[in-house]
């Protein structure tokens, strides 16, 4: 009995306690805003959150379609304005995943530094009506087996017509509001204007090639060639398609007046887009 009472005059006084504190002195609540630019794809993605508090969070994160994979961590402080974004990094943590889900991974923090755990801190604030992107101009070629950046894959997007409906691998703040008006073209440096095109461009079929594997006769392509090469702005990055969507081509080689691509589609046949079939970058 005597316990008992002893806690419960413990219990009174620390209620009574907690009480005066609260009424003396009320805790400081802070408000952490986030603004989140992302690029999610299959299997790999990047996020960066700016905190309004100053500090930001960048994940990049890879895995595999049989287990296992990796997630980068990276934690700093930032500063930007209407034009600039600069992260100053502090801190990694790095997970490793066995490809045995059931595992746990294995983790490493470590002081930031480490050239295998850098990440890109300098990028220009890019806007599309209610849309802001990041670009760097850093080659990354982690994203890609080509020389690429964020300047030249955007290109790649906008001169496809992907964008603004979809974006490809570099870092964006969308809303839920349509983009209604053109890209100002005036925002990107000029050293990477000339990658975008001011005018879709067009190319027909000229000729048609069946491919057939030798060590697999049901695994077949067909190689296409179109009547528009280098002399007419057209690089291996782009994507044409008909008019109706129903086929398209990502072109794998250019020659001075000639490009060529690849197409698997099961359905295809020369009868269905024949010789003469028109496909263009963007259909306007």
Known sequence: MKYVNILILFLIFSCSNNKTESNNAKPVLQNIDTLRY???GFN???RLDLLSDGRFINEHYLFSCFGGGERKKVFGTYKMDSMN???IPERVEFFEYPEDIVLKPTITKTKYGVDS??????FQVINWENRKYLFSDFYDFGWSIDKENDYIRFANYLNSGFEPEMSGMYLVHKSKDSITSEFDLSQIPEKWQSYFLKEPIS?????????I???DKENISWKIELDKGENDRINNRLTLETQDGEFFIEIDSVLT???????YMYDFTPQKFPIGTELRTKWK
């Open 257 to 263: 007046n000639k490009s060529y691509g690849t197409t």
């Open 117 to 122: 755990l850098k990440i890109k801190t300098e």
């Open 213 to 215: 594997d030798p060590n």
């Open 85 to 87: 974004l600069t992260l």
């Open 44 to 46: 790999n993605g990047l």
């Open 203 to 211: 190319a027909k079929i000229i000729n048609i090639k069946k491919v």
């Open 38 to 40: 992302s690029y999610n």
